[in-house]
Every structure is written in C-alpha cells, then in structure tokens.
C-alpha cells in the first residue's frame, strides 16, 4: 500500500474534525440508513438466490423447455447487471430515494410476472424489466456502506451484501415445501405473495435512505495507517478509474468468478439430482447455500478490515475452485454429506466477491462516484459472468455433464484470485504527490511554467 503523505493525512484529519453528524444531516442515525439498505437489498435476492427451487415449477407448469428456463436466469443477470450502471450514476448525483422507491415496483412487476404465462414472451419481457430495476436497488444499497461507513466499509459492505442471500431464504423453503402433485395455483399464489412483500419491502426501505454530502467523515475519525486505507484521497470518476489497468484486472477476476458461482448457484438442485443423491440432499444445498452465500459476504467483508480486501480475494476465489474440484469427487464417490458440506463451503468462499469487490472499488477509487464505478464494474463483469453461469454452462452441462462443467468453474474461480497478486503492490494512485498546489487556487496544480496542469493516474 503506498503511504499518504503527511499533508493528505492533516487535511483528512480536519475534514473529519470539521463534519457535521450523521444526526445533523438525517435526524436520525447513519445505522437506520444501513439498515434500510440491508432490507433493500434482501427484496433483490430471489431472483437470484431462490432461482434454483422456482425454475422447475416454472418449467413444469408452463411446459417450457430447460433452454428457455436457462435463458431467464442469464437474462436476469445481464439486465440486473446492466441496470447496476445507471442506477449507480443516477443515485450519485440525486441520491438513492426515489431511484429505490421507482425501482421497487418495478422489481416487484418482475416476479409477478413468472405468474402471468404460458406465453414466453409476455413473462419474459415483464421480467428482463423487472432484472433491470433489480440492478438500480442492488446497487444504491451495497453503495450505502461506501457513503455512510468509510470507517466500517468492509463489516458495513457485508451486512448489506449479505441480505442479497439472506432475503431469498423465507421463499425457497416455502417453494421447495410444494408437494410434487400440487397443482400450479399452489406455486402462483407463494409468487403473488413474494411479489407484493418483495415490491414493499423496497419502497419503504426508500424512504429512510439518503446520501451525505461529498467527502463527508464520521466527526473525529481520520484514516489510520490499516489494510484498509486508502492508497490515495483522490476521488476518482467513472471516466479516470475506467483508464487504470487495476480497474480492467478487476473487471476480468470479477468475470471468471461471478462465472464459476452462477453456474453452481443457478443448478444447484439438478447438480445434485444428477448423482442420483436424495431430494433432501438437493434442499439441504440449496439452503445452505442461502445460509453460507451470505455470511461468507459478512464474515470475509469484515476480515478485509485486518487482512486487506486483496488478501481476502486471492485466499477466497482461490479456496473456491479447489472446494468446486472437491464437489465433483463427492458426487462422483456418492458421498451426500460431503458433497452438500463442500458445496455449501464453496459458495461461502464464493459470495465473498458481493462485498470484497465493492470494498475495493471504494477503497482504491473513493466514496464520491462509488456508485457510478461499482455500477461500471458490475455491469461489465456479472453481466458476462452471467453468460457462462445461465446459457453457456447449460450447453456444456448437455453435452458433457455436470463435472465437466463445474471443473471449467473451478479453474475460473483459481484463476480469478490469482489474478489479484499484482493489485498487492501496485494500486492505482493519483499523480497528486507530483503536483503543488496552484499559488492562491486551491486545488490546481502547476507545472514550472506556472501554467495550471492535469493531474492522472499512475501506478507507483
């Protein structure tokens, strides 16, 4: 990490000293707004997480082929990812309530609309529209810890990402209890009730959240020299982090490891149905993981705050791929508990990049357009991730087996965090030590001529 110079340091301290308190800019505690995120962030979870017990019902009652049912979960993905971007940039510069609140009934018309066939089409536009939305809510609530909580980002960042596991927990087992002879208005009445809670819960949580001013700093807190200090103050926009190559590694770990999770997460039941282990094996994965998806967010978000988000990355993407490799020999040697115990380890190691990635993005490129560059990151990197965990891992899983295609998503998951290693040492950092401040212009820096110059990043 590259060491602050002394002045950064002074003038971090008095900002902090200098800024008014949560309490003054809201009337309430920063905590409330984390924990209107948290429970934002819980609505976008079961289009996600609880995919894999709803898919089969959907295929079922309908008659659509497991093409076209594979195709909705990519979909979900690309457009949720795609709708990360705008929804990023529109809540830095307006702030996240009204992005919310609009964005929660249209979630809330996404899941609806899985009771509204048979015609593909129509439920397949009504949900692409309803993933977009889902992105805007997704991303105005993980960015809450990057506002509010430069103190806490990492503990903060997961407990928000975890909600994205936790809140699909009620549904999966109210879906996975439907008895097999059940007719279909049993499954259509657990959508209709998940879409209303779903569409409520997001516009209420709305109301409560509120961004503060730019550079604002929990009054008395000034960085220490930890992991988790930033390795410049600059605060970076969309167009400057998108020119260091640490932004594109990102991107590409970001790629590889959204892969390999989405293609065990989405399949999880038919992964474990294709050896032939017991439904109580499949249910028991397909919880866990809701379980272990979010306090793998939580626990491995908060361990960045001692051991560096990097760290974290390398030791969790790495552990990943060998315990998918480990999945393939419990199945294969039909151990059930080994296989339910690793699959579940594997997406705890897994889930880290919902929080560990936004971590860094706030930690290497600032709080100020943290939206708008996480919204970048997502929108690039999940949304081609999804390609490989929907449709492309459907295609190799025909013809050539789960193993097969689970082996591809380990070695993604290996090289993702072996990827990281150089982000170790070399950050990006802004050209700011380089530059002296324009003589009687705060903020502009000159070059011997005295002419103003601009400064950019660089790599030390």
């Known amino acids: 990490m590259t060491k602050l110079d002394d002045g950064a340091n002074a003038e971090s301290l008095t900002v902090s000293l200098q800024s008014p308190s949560d309490r003054d800019i809201l009337g309430y505690s920063r905590y409330v707004v984390g924990a209107a995120a948290f429970f934002a962030m819980a609505a976008t979870s079961p289009f996600e997480y609880a995919w894999s017990s709803m898919s089969g019902h959907i295929g079922a009652n309908y008659g659509w082929s497991h093409g076209n049912v594979g195709w909705m979960f990519t979909l979900f993905v690309i457009f949720q990812s795609i709708g990360a971007l705008p929804g990023g940039?529109?809540?830095?510069?307006?702030?996240?309530?009204?992005?919310?609140?609009?964005?929660?009934?249209?979630l809330g018309l996404g899941v609806f609309a899985l009771a509204l066939g048979p015609s593909y089409a129509f439920v397949l536009t009504l949900w692409c529209i309803g993933s977009f939305f889902t992105g805007f809510v997704y991303n105005n609530a993980v960015t809450t810890a990057n506002k509010w909580?430069?103190?806490?980002?990492?503990?903060?960042?997961?407990?928000?990402?975890?909600?994205?596991s936790w809140g699909s927990l009620p549904f999966i087992f109210s879906i996975?209890?439907?008895?097999?002879?059940?007719?279909?208005?049993?499954?259509?009445?657990?959508?209709?009730?998940?879409?209303?809670?779903?569409?409520?819960?997001?516009?209420?949580?709305?109301?409560?959240?509120?961004?503060p001013p730019v550079g604002w700093r929990p009054p008395g807190w000034a960085p220490m020299a930890t992991p988790m200090r930033r390795p410049s103050e600059h605060q970076y926009s969309i167009g400057e982090a998108i020119q260091t190559w640490q932004m594109w590694v990102l991107i590409v770990s970001f790629v590889l490891i959204s892969s390999a999770g989405l293609a065990g997460i989405s399949k999880m039941v038919q992964y474990s149905n294709s050896f032939e282990f017991a439904a109580t094996a499949a249910t028991a994965a397909a919880g866990g993981i809701a379980i272990a998806n979010g306090f793998g967010k939580l626990i491995l978000g908060g361990l960045s705050e001692w051991f560096g988000a990097d760290n974290m990355m390398i030791f969790s993407y790495t552990l990943c791929g060998v315990l998918l490799f480990l999945s393939i020999y419990a199945g294969l040697t039909h151990q059930e508990l080994l296989f339910v115990c690793v699959a579940i380890a594997a997406i705890f190691f897994w889930a880290s990049l919902f929080s560990l990635f936004p971590i860094v993005i706030g930690q290497y490129y600032g709080e100020a357009a943290a939206g708008g560059n996480y919204g970048m990151l997502y929108a690039i990197a999940k949304g081609s991730g999804g390609l490989y965990g929907g449709i492309l891992s459907t295609v190799l899983i025909i013809q050539h087996g789960f193993s097969v295609a689970i082996g591809v998503a380990g070695i993604m998951a290996i090289v993702a965090g072996l990827i990281i290693i150089p982000l170790k040492f070399a950050p990006p950092v802004w050209r700011e030590a380089l530059l002296a401040p324009a003589e009687g212009v705060p903020g502009v820096a000159t070059g011997h001529s005295g002419l103003p110059l601009r400064s950019g990043p660089e790599t030390v």
């Open 149 to 164: 909580f430069p103190d806490h980002r990492g503990l903060m960042t997961g407990i928000i990402a975890g909600a994205f």
């Open 176 to 211: 996975r209890a439907i008895p097999r002879n059940a007719p279909p208005a049993v499954f259509f009445h657990v959508i209709y009730v998940m879409a209303g809670i779903l569409g409520a819960m997001t516009v209420l949580a709305a109301l409560l959240l509120k961004d």
């Open 89 to 106: 940039m529109l809540r830095d510069r307006w702030g996240p309530r009204w992005t919310t609140a609009v964005s929660g009934l249209f």
